[in-house]
């Protein structure tokens, strides 16, 4: 099945740091990533959507300037927080399918999650 | 905004018996998608059912989607401990984009 790593699964920082989110499909060439947000025992928020090698799209609310999105090419994507304060602790995952297959109905594919915590 | 909505939000049950969880929605979909999600973890897929079908199966799990109704179940048979999870229904709308809209999710709980 198609794999997607994500790195690292867990980092504590301090206030103000940046910090970086790699996302990697291992197996398969990622069209599309799709970050989440993910508060405990809540669903998963969609933060924003990125395709290789254009631009990312973000959902209403969510701070492009906050959370650098970069897909530059089919394997990785990265999110970067940047200043993280303690309000942007939370659960991060992202997401990965492969549109060039010409089928929405795909499954998308998910990392294992990052979990932030800022002091 | 969330367009599904699962119901029950926890279910508990013991080893061996069946467990139905449902997920209500407010537009029309392409397809609705169910994941499962163990604690601290991310999410795995475990079935897509398109909106011209109304029943699928995947080993233990079933499907049914009701587009009349807006809405879809997952029955999980014969559980077990292992299948202790949260389970979210996820909608495809349309769109180049391939936004997935996740519910609220059920959390499961299987005692041994």
């Known amino acids: 099945g198609a794999v997607v790593s994500q790195h690292p699964s867990w980092v504590i920082c301090k206030s103000g740091t940046s910090v970086k989110i790699e996302c990697r499909s291992l197996?398969?060439?990622?069209?599309?990533m799709f970050w989440y947000r993910q508060f405990p025992k809540q669903s998963l928020m969609l933060m924003a959507t990125?395709?290789?090698?254009?631009?990312?799209?973000?959902e209403q609310g969510v701070e492009k300037d906050k959370f650098l999105i970069n897909h530059a090419s089919l394997t990785l994507s990265t999110l970067t927080v940047t200043s993280a304060h303690p309000e942007d602790s939370s659960f991060y995952i992202c997401?990965?399918?492969?549109?060039?297959?010409?089928?929405?109905?795909?499954?998308?594919?998910f990392g294992d999650g990052t979990r932030l915590s800022i002091l | 905004s969330q367009q599904g909505e699962e119901d029950p939000q926890a279910l508990s049950i013991q080893e061996g018996e069946n467990a139905t969880m449902n997920c209500s929605y407010k537009?029309?979909?392409?397809?609705l998608q169910w994941y499962r999600q163990n604690s601290g973890r991310g999410l795995v897929h475990l079935i897509l059912?398109?909106?011209?079908?109304r029943e699928k199966h995947s080993g233990r799990l079933r499907v049914t989607l009701d587009t009349s109704k807006k809405s879809s179940s997952l029955l999980i048979t014969a559980s077990r401990a292992a299948d202790t999870a949260s389970y979210f229904c996820?909608?495809?709308?349309?769109?180049?984009?391939?936004?997935?809209?996740f519910g609220k999710g059920t959390l499961l709980t299987v005692n041994p």
């Open positions: 997401s990965a399918a492969n549109l060039l297959r010409g089928s929405s109905n795909q499954p998308q594919h």
């Open positions: 197996d398969f060439q990622a069209t599309t």
């Open positions: 990125s395709n290789e090698g254009s631009k990312a799209t973000y």
């Open positions: 537009t029309s979909i392409n397809n």
């Open positions: 059912i398109r909106s011209n079908e």
């Open positions: 996820a909608t495809y709308s349309g769109g180049s984009n391939y936004k997935l809209t």
